[in-house]
């Protein structure tokens, strides 16, 4: 509906001359930002009198910077021209056609001053016109339905800088949009496929009466993907119109005109706030959280934290594994480490400079690697030192692990055993804010690429007195994979410059490598002082033949010296819906019936759903796949649909969104044209719908063959939406089952026992029936939902725990 010139460009809007009336009425707002601005910091210093911390400075000070930097471009006597380098929170647009009509769910505070033509706005109930020269202040969840007569030209400043999302490719890696020659911003040439050209930084161009979203992905989705539209027509059968997602743009255009929406995130558990936000978010949740327990006193707070992945959100992801690594990288650093994240350089990370480079001995011959280095301050004096190994290995575009048409990369084994003793060197020898870390650390490796540093730490370093007083620790994200490779091609010595005896370290099997194996998590495991789950559920189950592929004794061995712990990941803060800017309405423990209500409704307008507060909507987002058991949902889609005469069956709707199998897309979108209105099939990702769903589903449905932590079944919780999930891993931990009466006043959830269609169906039912025909119960397991706290301070307690533990013990030894 929009170009922006960060986006897409027109030609006549690369300059912009103001009128005298829209210079004069841009000035106003800016003097009117600054002081509520300056109201902001006065109420702020009065509360924080006797509070040490300034946190909410931080996100006050990211609004005085949005105005300052307007109020230097207001200064400029030449015509507008917004580049990469330009003024932050600025953006220059237009209409795309000449007249139109087009509904808008704000997504965060802004600033909105017409250039050249009018907008009518309608907000509230109140009526608008916005002509030329004339501003509007538009606030975060506020719904607007903006017509216009004529090609309308006008800046928005956002307020903070939420939504300057980086892009990822297809293969993992973050990109940024490419400029022109002349500094203004281009748009990426778009894929064409069936359902419309889809931008993989920009606009989504969908057909008319179509709903989409930019490709986005669940905790162990392996790819980016595409989006396509929920539903064939734009109606539902009450009449009403389809409302898409967006972000700070209004995004659709009225019914049989082309909706747009903005998505520049491929991860569904993309941070949709930037540091000074998240700092203010955790001031507020904690300001909130009256039985919050107290905080645990770390004794070793004083050693620093270095953190090793293979992937490091927002920089690179392919899943889960990044999200839960970034916020490693900020909780211990908020806690008050000296905190370091190591990751290779998959690509040219803006805002990072050169900072050292040392020669590492692999595969019989020397190797340089560079570090890359970017600091990031979270306030208080504490920040992350962001490092990235650069060598010519790690630069595949094709994807992080391999290419999708032949597999993985055949020199996996080199690239990240080169990380790990790249990584290891880090802190010896890189001079960050005036001094190296140390030797004194504690290293958080993570899953099988990382699983050589604990074994280069004992045989490399500490036999050659170094880093006697370290310790690492091993946490499995993943047992399902592991690293191996044929050892007559990767030999101990001459490939990984080991002495001999550590083949009894990297010795591993396979069906078909045999003993001729080596096994990079298996040796990580073996030499790691402690090892970590994601799980309390998960940390038992990997000690089981069943659940621990092949290292199941060695980890038996671990945890009979007290080395094994389970610890359940954390979810952002973000995740609230007392401040959640994607929902219609936001609640708390008090109005949750209410709000969950409005945002049901809204829900079921936008995905084309029937609007029926009484009907039963159900949820699912996530991989299409075997494994999130996408399959036992399809085959329970008939008995649901079907009224059976029980007041259950066939009062429900259904909402799917994943990407995966295509045999899955597929039967996806075939349901979908067989219960129009009652089912919703959106293939692809979008982190905003994930939102919305969330705050408006009645149940989130989870049943996963296996899962190690899974992170929606407490989204969902935090949102009093019901899950029902398979009795397995973190899903076990995090879900209290509703067994039978007496536990009305602790089950969050439905447990379901045995991976088949039947067991899912026997608990299914009960949700159901349970939302139908037992209000009181259904709310108050709403309530236990709601007051649960699956927030990141608590995990972060129990890794302090662990450090304190590990830091405390001697070495491990086999």
């Not at 089981?544 to 038996?556: F, M, Q, V």
């Not at 931990?733 to 039978?740: F, T, Y």
């Not at 067991?759 to 709310?779: C, I, S, V």
Request: proline share 5%.
């Amino acid at each position: 509906m929009f170009d922006y010139d960060d986006l897409e460009v027109a030609e006549d809007v690369q300059q912009v001359s103001l009128s005298a009336p829209a210079q004069e009425s841009l000035r106003s707002l800016v003097g009117d930002m600054v002081s509520r601005v300056d109201s902001i910091k006065a109420r702020v210093d009065a509360k924080e009198q006797d509070r040490p911390h300034a946190r909410r400075r931080q996100a006050t000070d990211a609004v005085s910077h949005a105005s300052l930097s307007f109020a230097e471009f207001l200064g400029k006597p030449e015509p507008l021209l917004i580049d990469g380098d330009g003024p932050r929170g600025l953006r220059v647009a237009r209409s795309r056609t000449d007249c139109g009509e087009a509904i808008q769910m704000v997504d965060c505070d802004e600033y909105l001053v017409v250039v050249t033509g009018e907008f009518r706005l309608e907000k509230a109930g109140e009526h608008i016109t916005i002509r030329e020269g004339q501003g509007i202040f538009l606030e975060a969840g506020e719904r607007v339905t903006w017509a216009w007569d004529s090609v309308v030209q006008f800046i928005t400043i956002l307020l903070p800088e939420r939504h300057q999302r980086r892009a990822v490719s297809d293969a993992g890696v973050q990109t940024e949009v490419p400029k022109s020659p002349s500094g203004v911003l281009k748009p990426l040439k778009p894929p064409v496929g069936k359902f419309g050209d889809i931008g993989q930084a920009g606009y989504i161009r969908t057909p008319p009466h179509s709903g989409s979203g930019e490709s986005a992905d669940t905790a162990d989705n392996k790819e980016a993907s595409e989006s396509t539209p929920c539903s064939e027509t734009d109606v539902h059968s009450h009449g009403g119109r389809r409302v898409a997602s967006a972000t700070s743009s209004p995004p659709p255009e009225s019914a049989g005109m082309c909706e747009l929406t903005r998505g520049a995130s491929l991860s569904t558990f993309e941070q949709l706030a930037d540091n000074a936000e998240k700092l203010w978010l955790r001031q507020e949740m904690e300001e909130r959280e009256i039985e919050r327990p107290a905080r645990y006193g770390a004794r070793h707070l004083n050693t620093p934290v270095v953190i090793v992945s293979s992937e490091l959100n927002p920089w690179s992801k392919t899943g889960g594994l990044a999200m839960v690594v970034g916020s490693y990288a900020y909780e211990f650093a908020v806690r008050g480490h000296r905190t370091m994240a190591i990751s290779p350089r998959y690509g040219d990370y803006q805002n990072c400079q050169r900072v050292g480079a040392t020669k590492i001995w692999l595969a019989g011959q020397e190797h340089e690697v560079q570090f890359y280095h970017q600091r990031q301050d979270f306030g208080n004096g504490r920040g992350c030192d962001y490092i990235f190994v650069d060598h010519d290995c790690f630069h595949r575009p094709q994807g992080l692990y391999g290419d999708p048409s032949s597999g993985e990369y055949s020199d996996n084994c080199f690239r990240f055993s080169l990380l790990c003793i790249a990584a290891a060197e880090a802190p010896l020898v890189l001079n960050l804010g005036g001094s190296v870390y140390g030797e004194e650390v504690c290293f958080i490796a993570n899953d099988w690429q990382t699983g050589m540093l604990p074994v280069y730490l004992n045989y490399k370093y500490k036999r050659n007195r170094t880093y006697h007083k370290a310790r690492c620790m091993m946490v499995l994200h993943n047992m399902g994979y592991q690293g191996k490779y044929r050892m007559s091609s990767f030999p101990v010595d001459r490939f990984f410059g080991l002495p001999y005896e550590a083949v009894q370290d990297l010795q591993g099997e396979d069906l078909n490598f045999g003993q001729d194996c080596v096994n990079l998590l298996g040796a990580g495991v073996r030499r790691a002082d402690r090892v970590l789950t994601v799980s309390p559920n998960y940390a038992f189950e990997i000690q089981t033949p069943e659940g621990g592929h092949g290292l199941h004794t060695d980890l038996r061995e671990k945890a009979s010296k007290g080395r094994v712990m389970g610890i359940l990941n954390g979810i952002s803060d973000e995740w609230n819906p007392s401040t959640d800017p994607h929902i219609v309405m936001r609640y708390e423990r008090d109005n949750f019936e209410e709000g969950k209500r409005c945002c049901k409704a809204e829900l079921q307008r936008q995905l084309g759903l029937t609007e029926d507060p009484k009907l039963c909507l159900i949820g699912f987002c996530g991989r299409l796949c075997y494994q999130k058991g996408i399959h036992l949902i399809l085959e329970c889609l008939p008995w649901l649909m079907r009224n059976e005469g029980n007041g259950v069956n066939g009062f429900v709707q259904v909402a799917m969104m994943g990407k995966g199998e295509l045999k899955y897309e597929r039967e996806l979108r075939k349901a979908e044209e067989q219960y129009p209105g009652r089912v919703c099939a959106f293939v692809g990702f979008d982190p905003i719908i994930e939102h919305r769903m969330m705050a408006g589903c009645d149940i989130l449905l989870m049943p996963s063959q296996y899962e190690p932590c899974g992170l929606p079944q407490m989204y969902a919780q935090q949102y009093a939406t019901l899950p029902v999930v398979h009795e397995t891993g973190g899903l076990k931990d995090s879900v209290r089952g509703l067994w039978n009466d007496q536990e009305r006043h602790v089950a969050t959830g439905f447990l379901f026992g045995g991976f088949d269609t039947n067991r899912l169906k026997e608990r299914l039912y009960q949700a159901m029936d349970t939302f139908r025909h037992k209000k009181a119960l259904w709310g108050q397991m709403q309530m236990n939902a709601i007051k649960c706290n699956y927030y990141w301070p608590q995990a972060i307690d129990e890794y302090e725990k662990n450090i304190d533990q590990v830091m405390e013990d001697e070495p491990y030894q086999r």
